[in-house]
């Protein structure tokens, strides 16, 4: 039975939408382009939850939907009553487009070739060598050492890049534990666990971070350097927190393991300029407010150095992460569509969030966040929800002592990447699953109490924030 309606769903309510008189079930006063969008919105919404397509596949689907709809530019049979009030206001179809260029896609583009000229020159492995040495032979402490440098790689790498890659190099350290011995899942877990903590640190660490970005510009804007100064300390905490939460459920009988890393620096031109760029890329980001650049200008340095030199080669792009890109890129299609036709606005006037209290709103929003992440994609309910909330932050004026808007986006946003607590909850725990040390209630156990706590957590990072007069 599920079967068919994940299938039919997506198909049918955003059709009962479209021809039957939505005033009575949505929203008062809906014109013909917001009625179209709510279409698109619930499509959205159940292809992501749903999966009757690839997750990227529903965002391309979300912006061709937009340019034949509810564009300038659509389909002259459903244009009968443009330029007429109750018809609305149409979308820009090159604002539509622009999003597969959008700034955010770009940062993220940057991120994928420093990821993997890394990778490619050994720069990720060697760094994990150098910078696990001084851990020992402590089982406890190699863990911690595992734990900061999957976090610190993941800041700047896909997340299931380096989850990939550290499990690679964890694997023979599993295999010398007894297969009763609790340390093995302690050390299957570690990894994900910090990949997922760790993208929350940078901008580009996530997509649900680049994504929130979006959000954030003008007077609430936040720099590179900005959001790295309350997410890298957010992700040591949670880090540090989750150490000590494995290490109590799951005590290593073992008391002495062997950490072997093959390898060493290349030396090779090629090699020296990628360390170069990774290192002066890095220090851009951090430093914006002094030379000028933003992010997003930053990130094409590695992208056009990398492929000048032949760094990056053809063979090289079909490695990059399209489909995160286009399931980005679909996201900020969807919230342009929701503000630009008011529809996201009329949503938020048509709820009396004003009489309720803020805190009720803060946290009813934060866990509705943190609970969809956990059985969808972190990408696609940041896609879904950050539009309204930015609306809501917005029109809410007694959010206002909280931190308003930034404080409520930020807050849905950590939650959104906090989302662990199953195999099918990111790929990193999916791959992590995948090795056969984990089972799913051990799993679900530990991403609960850390996702919950990241939760907590992440409201005293926004009180803190707006105490400090940040936000």
């Not at 039957?20 to 709510?38: C, N």
């Not at 080669?313 to 990059?320: A, S, V």
Request: aromatic content about 10%; hydrophobic content about 55%.
């Amino acid at each position: 039975m599920y079967k068919y309606l994940k299938y039919m769903l997506p198909i049918a309510i955003p059709l009962l939408i479209l021809y039957l008189p939505v005033s009575a079930f949505l929203f008062e006063g809906m014109t013909i382009v917001q009625k179209r969008i709510a279409a698109i919105f619930v499509f959205a919404t159940l292809s992501w939850v749903l999966e009757p397509i690839p997750i990227y596949a529903t965002s391309v689907a979300i912006i061709a939907l937009e340019l034949f709809l509810v564009s300038d530019k659509a389909i002259i049979f459903f244009r009968g009553l443009e330029g007429t009030p109750q018809y609305g206001v149409v979308i820009n179809h090159v604002d539509i487009m622009a999003t597969f260029a959008s700034p955010i896609i770009m940062l993220f583009l940057g991120g994928f070739f420093l990821a993997i000229a890394a990778t490619k020159f050994r720069l990720d492995v060697n760094l994990a060598r150098v910078l696990l040495r001084p851990f020992g032979n402590n089982p406890r402490y190699v863990m911690l050492g595992l734990m900061l440098i999957t976090g610190m790689f993941s800041m700047f790498m896909s997340n299931t890049a380096t989850t990939a890659m550290m499990l690679s190099i964890l694997a023979p350290v599993i295999a010398l534990f007894s297969p009763k011995d609790p340390g093995r899942i302690a050390f299957a877990l570690c990894i994900p666990l910090a990949a997922n903590i760790g993208g929350i640190g940078t901008p580009i660490g996530t997509p649900p971070n680049a994504i929130a970005l979006k959000y954030l510009q003008g007077v609430d804007s936040i720099t590179f350097g900005e959001w790295m100064a309350f997410g890298v300390p957010f992700a040591l905490i949670m880090m540090a927190f989750s150490w000590g939460l494995i290490n109590k459920l799951f005590p290593a009988n073992q008391q002495k393991i062997e950490l072997e890393i093959q390898g060493e620096f290349l030396k090779t031109p090629k090699a020296l300029l990628v360390y170069t760029i990774f290192i002066v890329t890095i220090l851009l980001w951090l430093m914006g407010s002094v030379h000028g650049m933003n992010a997003y200008t930053v990130a094409m340095i590695p992208v056009t150095v990398f492929l000048m030199t032949g760094i990056i080669t053809k063979d090289d792009l079909k490695k990059i992460s399209w489909d995160v890109l286009w399931l980005v890129s679909g996201g900020i299609a969807l919230g342009l569509a929701l503000d630009k036709s008011g529809l996201a606005e009329l949503i938020v006037y048509s709820i009396p969030f004003n009489s309720f209290s803020p805190y009720a709103v803060l946290i009813g929003a934060t866990f509705m966040s943190w609970l969809m992440a956990n059985f969808m994609s972190n990408t696609a309910t940041a896609n879904l929800l950050l539009p309204i909330m930015a609306a809501l932050g917005t029109s809410m004026t007694s959010l206002a002592p909280l931190g308003g808007e930034v404080a409520l986006i930020l807050v849905v946003t950590f939650a959104s990447s906090l989302g662990m607590a199953l195999p099918i909850s990111t790929p990193p725990n999916a791959l992590a699953h995948a090795t056969g040390h984990i089972k799913t209630n051990d799993m679900a156990k530990v991403g609960i109490i850390v996702g919950l706590s990241g939760v907590l957590l992440s409201f005293v990072v926004v009180w803190a924030l707006n105490l400090l007069g940040s936000i």
